[in-house]
């Protein structure tokens, strides 16, 4: 393995046998291990195109795989032959259009020698096999086609699809339909008098113009106290890179990403963990992000919805019927700490923005308060199961309700009123921002009716059947957000950190002794080791233990960077995967967690720093 100053990884195919995710404002493209396409969708419409579009050097047999490239512009596969010829391979999308583009280039080569490539091009979406499966009604669809000197255009029968366009630096050769919706044609391109050449493809659709690119500079990190052998530089570069790669601008003229790609439905919770980190490196990404949830995700109430989809023609919101969950404070969160880097960087909106911003806070502030029991602390009155019946992060567990007053619901509240204060105070509402102080006090205290008297550490959750002293990773929120009790907070924090909480990856989301762990079930939420969890742990441990915090960040930063071994499960090259089992020693779930990259950047810019800003 080889990794290069801007993050490229060199490497053999065994280890990494999956394709990269790329992605721009208006386009999300899979790939296969050799740098061909698996899909291309369009967020202007949800629809997936082509299906593969692969370009192969003839004969094979010829050529073998000497290695991948993983780059934050491209996927790349470097092919050699017997007598030293050599083809670099490369994948890219363009960084702003619905054009992608495979380039060959080859050195080596006998002046005036042919290279012959095959192309294989299925204009329908496909049946992949290595990564999530697109819908059969994309799969299905017809296409009707007519072919120019240089180009093969594709148009569908449904008057609603776009014209694919491809395109090759030399005719084609040999084209042919062998089946429903599969071109196959072979083009040749001539050395030079220096054993040279260059060729490549080109796939446009047609698309809607995106007025402005979210392809922004890389920002490296300003700390260089790390030793040389440290993989956290290159992963903070390639939080950045995934971070663009997943965000879009959807067909109702929104901008964000899904929770999981490519599709429109924008997640609240996910979107406040991605603004922490894009505040630090594309602020303007924030400001988009915000302006879509202020705009869809507000009930009159002041709560805050699960989730936005944003179908054209068919915006929907849901929330559960949950009367509060996470998504509410992580809101207002998210929307103070934008607003207070601003500020930190004597960039400050004007003060009739920064008002009308704390005026929102402020209702959905009160909705927070507004879900208060007798006992001063804050309530989920959920009754169903999974997402109708839990109110935290760990949200999509079959058969499982975590409701009452959660130690991670009210740890974030805490943290949001204090936000809300601070807030005020930018917006100029001293009077408001020391009564926001004030709940936040009062809120605080109120979380020392969830210590566990017998342990010091806190419960899970109380509700009307009484305390849960089940520790699970959410415990870690109290320490992350300074809320309630400090020795609470560290006593739980450090039970964390004990070895059956422990694997290779970081923190598991249960202990292996609890009865109810599970490595895999419901998403690895009760067992397995979950990137983001173990970024807050990390960034919660900061206070206590520098080095140990460090140490979780670097195990994070392995994650994505295979080295000798073969990598398993669903991991790729410079992508944060979703979570890890800890019995399989595999990745699983995405092989590109969409709010993972944003939150690795968060941890290193922020979350490991003393008076870090949440």
Not at 314 to 340: K, M, R, V
Not at 421 to 427: H, S, V, W
Not at 567 to 581: A, C, L
Request: proline share 6%.
């Amino acid at each position: 393995m080889t990794l290069l100053p801007d993050g490229t990884w060199i490497g053999k195919r065994t280890q990494a046998p999956r394709g990269c995710s790329l992605g721009n404002a208006s386009t999300f493209l899979r790939a296969t291990s050799l740098a061909d396409v698996d899909g291309v969708w369009l967020a202007e419409n949800g629809h997936w195109y082509t299906g593969e579009l692969s370009v192969t050097p003839l004969p094979m047999a010829d050529w073998e795989v000497q290695d991948v490239v993983y780059a934050p512009e491209y996927q790349g596969v470097i092919y050699q032959r017997a007598d030293g010829a050599e083809i670099v391979k490369k994948l890219l999308l363009d960084t702003k259009r619905a054009s992608l583009q495979i380039s060959l280039e080859a050195h080596y080569l006998p002046e005036g020698t042919p290279l012959t490539c095959a192309v294989r091009w299925r204009t329908g979406a496909a049946l992949s096999d290595i990564h999530r499966q697109q819908p059969y009604g994309y799969i299905e669809k017809r296409w009707s086609s007519r072919v120019t000197k240089n180009a093969v255009y594709a148009v569908s029968t449904a008057q609603e699809e776009k014209t694919q366009q491809l395109a090759s630096s030399a005719p084609f050769e040999k084209p042919r339909w062998t089946e429903p919706n599969l071109f196959t044609a072979e083009f040749r391109c001539i050395a030079n008098d220096l054993g040279r050449l260059d060729a490549s493809i080109c796939l446009t659709i047609e698309a809607e113009d995106i007025p402005k690119s979210t392809h922004l500079p890389i920002k490296p990190m300003e700390d260089t106290s790390l030793p040389d052998n440290s993989l956290i530089p290159y992963a903070h570069q390639w939080g950045q890179v995934c971070s663009h790669r997943v965000f879009h601008r959807y067909g109702t003229g929104d901008w964000g990403f899904t929770n999981d790609p490519p599709g429109n439905t924008v997640v609240t919770r996910d979107c406040a963990w991605y603004i922490f980190g894009s505040d630090y490196f594309a602020p303007e990404l924030s400001a988009k992000l915000l302006t879509t949830l202020k705009k869809h995700c507000i009930y009159p109430s002041g709560k805050v919805a699960e989730y936005v989809r944003l179908e054209r023609g068919n915006i929907s919101i849901d929330d559960y019927g949950l009367n509060i969950n996470d998504a509410t404070p992580l809101f207002l969160l998210a929307l103070a700490h934008h607003h207070h880097l601003r500020n930190l960087q004597g960039q400050p909106y004007p003060l009739a923005e920064t008002q009308a911003d704390f005026a929102l806070a402020k209702q959905c502030a009160d909705w927070i308060l507004q879900q208060s029991n007798a006992d001063g602390l804050v309530w989920c009155d959920a009754k169903g199961t999974n997402v109708w019946g839990i109110g935290g992060w760990r949200n999509i567990i079959p058969a499982y309700r975590l409701a009452g007053a959660l130690t991670e619901l009210n740890a974030l509240c805490v943290a949001a009123l204090r936000a809300v204060a601070r807030l005020a105070t930018y917006a100029q509402q001293p009077e408001l921002a020391e009564k926001y102080s004030l709940y936040t006090e009062n809120l605080n205290k109120a979380m020392s009716q969830l210590v566990n008297p017998d342990t010091g550490m806190f419960y899970l959750n109380r509700d009307e059947n009484g305390v849960n002293p089940q520790i699970a990773v959410d415990c870690a929120f109290p320490a992350l957000f300074h809320a309630g009790p400090e020795e609470a907070q560290q006593r739980t924090l450090l039970r964390l950190l004990e070895p059956d909480f422990r694997c290779s990856h970081g923190i598991l989301t249960l202990s292996r002794n609890d009865t109810a762990f599970h490595p895999r079930y419901g998403w690895g939420l009760m067992g397995g080791s979950w990137y983001n969890a173990t970024a807050w742990v990390s960034a919660a441990l900061s206070r206590y233990d520098t080095a140990g915090a460090w140490q979780l960040a670097e195990q994070l930063a392995a994650a994505l960077f295979p080295r000798s071994e073969v990598s398993r499960g669903v991991s790729v090259p410079g992508q944060f995967p979703e979570w890890y089992d800890p019995e399989r020693a595999e990745s699983a779930g995405m092989s590109l967690s969409p709010w993972m990259p944003a939150t690795f950047v968060w941890l290193i810019e922020e979350g490991l720093k003393e008076g870090g800003v949440l």
